[in-house]
């Protein structure tokens, strides 16, 4: 296709706004699914991501357009992750096309994903144009919402198209935006091939498929090609657009999108951002900004049922396959016996992968307390990344620790500020900023992660009724008074307990941790001593008290089956239990003792 007849775009919009609603009209309206065919949200290819209205693999779909000027176009979506912890790849995928298509839902206004993702076009170059979706509702109220597109993101919205994706008003109109007020792609065909390697996924029939976009040369089937980061070659099987289905073709020029399939068994081998060229006579430099994924929090993740492990391992190395980001080794706990500890993008990463094992898997997990990637300075100069608290030095070796921070921008109606404020001092917070728009506040906070990681979304939804938003990138590394917090339970320390606290914090924390196991661990026939403690000293203790005697006791003598049943019921009891010692933990306690609140 001739260059000046291809518009690459993206859709920016934070969850629910209706993006992928709009995709689905776009490739309706040009026939490129013939109606009946049309499922609901072709591009949200996983049950997960529907049911959780999360988009995660990036996507993309090809559509032929015949233009108001006569001219035969050809457009090409690539759908953007749209949550915070794919940030790098929401960069990438930005980088492969020239345009973006915002879209906000008029009856809501720019929430904080909106305005992310709208950075990385920025960043990007893109060519912007604004949309205003979902018209049709009583609530709309497209004046007031470009108004608030221009304070807070600073581009012209007076013009921007009103839509519907529901009923279909404004279809034709965005189709002839991304035409005339998009600007086409360049490149050079006689050139070494140049592209970039903009996602991958595993598929079970043809291997890892790799999408691509092409900046310089052609990519054609049979080539050999190199992939720069790890100079691997690869002999290209198959290329091909998506419609969205798969259709092959023979060749893919500068500015097109498509993808290749090269009998390449792990998505692992496939970076993100890479530069894939010729294997000889490639082009001489690599597309910058390449950066490999890089996990920034990590926990353990044990089954229920010990005997489920082998099932376990089986799940994360199949979803290992599909997502390179993930990563996991091995671990024993005493507590929890054989798990493994993995490393996420984030914290929505960490629960999607849960979710799907326990559900498409069927096994149930301990999850352990998400902990933030630490370093470790040791006395004699080197440093060490700690990613499991139960893994702490001695401290004795230790000359400081430095723990990640992030920038987080929060979105809030106004009589929530106050809340989201003191949330935010409450995790150790400094404000950066805090500006208005409307009767909405922005607050921008420097936070350290680990605050953040374990319950702070649903501390913040639930202070703002689920009306505030929240993204967040990470920043740097800085040193603090951290300390490593153990507790103990009947004098033995509970490895998947284990902590990282601030000094300050270590005391509050540690009471309530005691407290809450108290009342989670049942009482057992001795009295048990449950302990926080930092290095050698404790810093608080609670006792639960013994049992007076036997559950069944006092029915000796008495109806036989109604103690048969008591035992039953003991028995079930115990399913969800981990032995620990001499003491049963209810499955519950490890992740309900780690929230605060
Ligand atoms: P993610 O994929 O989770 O990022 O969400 P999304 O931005 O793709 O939103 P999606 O297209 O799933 O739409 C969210 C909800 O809004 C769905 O229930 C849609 O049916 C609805 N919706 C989308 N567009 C419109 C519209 O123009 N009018 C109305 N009334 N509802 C709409």
Known sequence: TELSKIRNFSIVAHIDHGKSTLADRLIQETGTVAGRDMKAQLLDSMDIERERGITIKANTVRIDYTADDGQNYVLNL???????????????????????????DSSQGVEAQTLANVYHAMEADHEIVPILNKIDLPAS???????????????????????????????????????????????????????????????????????????????????????????????????????????????????????????????????????????????????DGFKPAQPVVFCGLFPVDSAEFEDLRGAIDKLALNDASFTFEMETSAALGFGFRCGFLGLLHL??????????????????????????????????????????????????????????????????????????????????DLTYAG?????????????VVFDFYDRLKSVTKGYASFDYQMTDYREDNLVKMSILVNDEPVDALSMMVHRDRADARGR???E????????????????AAIGGKVIARETLSALRKDVTAKCYGGDASRKRKLLDKQKKGKKKMRQFG????????????????
């Open 582 to 597: 001499k003491v049963d933990i209810p499955q519950e306690a490890f992740i309900s003792a780690l929230k605060m609140d």
């Open 512 to 514: 309530a941790m005691v």
């Open 516 to 531: 809450k196991l108290k009342d989670l661990i049942p009482r057992h026939m001795f009295k048990i001593p449950i302990q």
């Open 141 to 287: 109220d497209c004046d007031r919402v470009a108004e608030q597109i221009e304070d807070v993101i600073g581009i012209e919205a007076t013009g921007a198209i009103q839509v519907s994706a529901k009923t279909g008003q404004g279809i034709h109109e965005t189709l002839e935006a991304i035409v005339t007020d998009l600007p086409a792609p360049t490149g050079t065909r006689d050139a070494p091939l140049k592209a970039m390697l903009v996602d991958s996924w595993y598929d079970s029939y043809l291997g890892v498929i790799v999408l691509v976009r092409i900046i310089d040369g052609e990519l054609k089937k049979g080539m050999r090609v190199k992939f720069m980061s790890n100079d691997t070659l690869h002999s290209v099987d198959r290329i091909g657009v998506f419609r969205p289905e798969m259709e092959t073709i023979d060749v893919l020029g500068p500015g097109e999108i498509g993808f290749l399939t090269a009998s390449i068994k792990q998505v692992r081998d496939t970076r993100v951002g890479d530069t894939i060229t010729n294997d000889r006579q490639g082009c001489e430099t690599a597309l």
């Open 439 to 451: 009767s909405r506040a922005m607050a921008v906070y420097d936070l350290p992660l680990n605050e």
């Open 78 to 104: 690539i759908d953007t992750p749209g949550h915070v912890d794919f940030a790098y790849e929401v960069s990438r995928s930005m980088r492969a096309v020239e345009g973006s298509l915002l879209v906000v």
């Open 351 to 432: 629960e999607v992968v849960r979710d799907r094992i326990e559900r498409e898997y069927n096994i149930d997990l301990i999850t352990t307390a998400p902990s933030v990637v630490y370093h470790v300075y040791m006395r004699d100069g080197t440093m060490v990344e700690l990613h499991n608290p139960a893994d702490m030095p001695d401290l004795t070796h230790v000359d400081h620790l430095e723990e990640p921070r992030i920038k987080a921008t929060i979105l809030v109606p106004d009589e929530y500020l106050g809340d989201v404020l003191k949330l935010c001092q409450d995790r150790r917070g400094l404000q950066m």
